[in-house]
């Protein structure tokens, strides 16, 4: 079936569906990664996002367990491609083909040949809202909008592993490979919602991580608040991705939305004072403008020199804007999880 999708100023491009077939309205997105569109699909980053994926060729290897995805449930809103492979998918991982798991989670995709205009389109104009319109007709929708951490933090509080430190993962939207890389460092993690207050509730642990996750980090006001108490503590502390621009926040710095943000497998990072450039994956819309006080840049990217990370020049207080767990490099910056352990 035929679909369109439309952006807010009017333009449109017509397209074929291959998942679930019904309108859908959010911001659009774009990511340059040339594989791991299940971890993409999956990521809680992208809530509220449709997402063009640049690169040509997707679905060819299917779709893998749910062992393998970054949380239980496809989270973009809708999903753009070029040509979407109708070959049945052969992969040792491959449970089902890419069509199948779209439809299963009634997320609509369409395959666009020219998605190299709608990349052109969004990194010209900047980020966009736009929707895919099959018969149904759909008004245009913000997800910015939105407490989108609240839509995907988990609800209860959960302990997993059995390691010597225990370390607090305040889930703003974690990928599940966050946590993989935290127990296999002997931890202990307990998993907690984004609004959950961590000092109040005189939880013990060694360090606090908090999460990745999507939208403005503004809107998550209740993890902001939490987290100024576990800074007066002076409790360790790491953020990664939506965590870097909480914990700039909660330290009195400011944040900004970038014109179309940074989304893809290969954003070379710097690392302040040294010679030393690590490949990182990143998934974010939003960047830290003002630094916060007692703070110094820990890493900047290289292609546009906005902020990728910081840390406190005496107290354990660091954080990232990319994903070190998911390791494009394939281990360039892992070792941050060992960093910030060490410090505790």
């Known amino acids: 079936m035929k679909a369109k999708l439309i952006f807010k100023d009017g333009t449109?491009?017509?397209?074929?569906?291959?998942?679930?077939?019904?309108?859908?309205?959010?911001?659009?997105?774009?990511?340059?990664?040339?594989?791991?569109?299940?971890?993409?699909?999956?990521?809680?980053?992208?809530?509220?996002?449709?997402?063009?994926?640049?690169?040509?060729?997707?679905?060819?290897?299917?779709?893998?367990?749910?062992?393998?995805?970054?949380?239980?449930?496809?989270?973009?809103?809708?999903?753009?491609?070029?040509?979407?492979?109708?070959?049945?998918?052969?992969?040792?991982?491959?449970?089902?083909?890419?069509?199948?798991?779209?439809?299963?989670?009634?997320?609509?995709?369409?395959?666009?040949?020219?998605?190299?205009?709608?990349?052109?389109?969004?990194?010209?104009?900047?980020?966009?809202?736009?929707?895919?319109?099959?018969?149904?007709?759909?008004?245009f929708s913000d997800p910015n909008l939105r407490n989108l951490v609240a839509e995907v933090s988990t609800a209860q509080v959960a302990r997993l592993g059995s390691g010597k430190k225990k370390i607090v993962v305040i889930d703003c939207g974690v990928k599940e490979n966050i946590i993989r890389e935290l127990l296999m460092r002997d931890t202990t993690v307990i998993r907690v919602p984004w609004d959950y207050d961590v000092v109040g509730n005189n939880l013990d642990c060694d360090g606090v991580l908090v999460s990745n996750g999507p939208g403005d980090p503004k809107m998550a006001d209740a993890t902001i608040k939490n987290v100024k108490k576990i800074l007066n503590k002076k409790i360790p502390l790491f953020g990664i991705c939506l965590g870097n621009q909480i914990l700039a926040l909660a330290a009195g710095g400011d944040t900004y939305k970038l014109p179309f943000g940074h989304r893809g497998q290969n954003q070379p990072c710097a690392q302040v004072g040294t010679k030393k450039c690590f490949i990182t994956t990143q998934n974010h819309g939003f960047a830290i403008g003002r630094m916060p006080e007692g703070f110094k840049q820990w890493f900047i990217n290289s292609n546009d020199k906005t902020n990728e990370g910081i840390i406190h020049s005496k107290l354990p207080f660091m954080s990232v804007q990319f994903h070190p767990e998911a390791a494009p490099g394939p281990m360039d910056t892992t070792w941050l999880f060992d960093f910030f352990l060490s410090n505790i």
């Open 12 to 139: 449109t491009f017509e397209g074929v569906s291959f998942g679930y077939e019904k309108s859908v309205a959010g911001e659009i997105a774009f990511s340059t990664s040339m594989m791991g569109y299940p971890e993409s699909l999956t990521d809680p980053s992208y809530r509220g996002q449709v997402l063009t994926l640049s690169y040509p060729l997707i679905g060819n290897y299917g779709v893998p367990a749910q062992h393998y995805w970054e949380s239980n449930t496809i989270q973009v809103t809708g999903l753009i491609v070029s040509n979407f492979s109708k070959s049945p998918p052969v992969h040792a991982h491959s449970i089902m083909s890419l069509s199948e798991w779209l439809i299963e989670h009634k997320i609509p995709a369409l395959e666009i040949i020219d998605t190299r205009a709608i990349v052109k389109k969004i990194r010209d104009g900047g980020a966009a809202l736009v929707k895919i319109e099959f018969e149904q007709k759909m008004p």
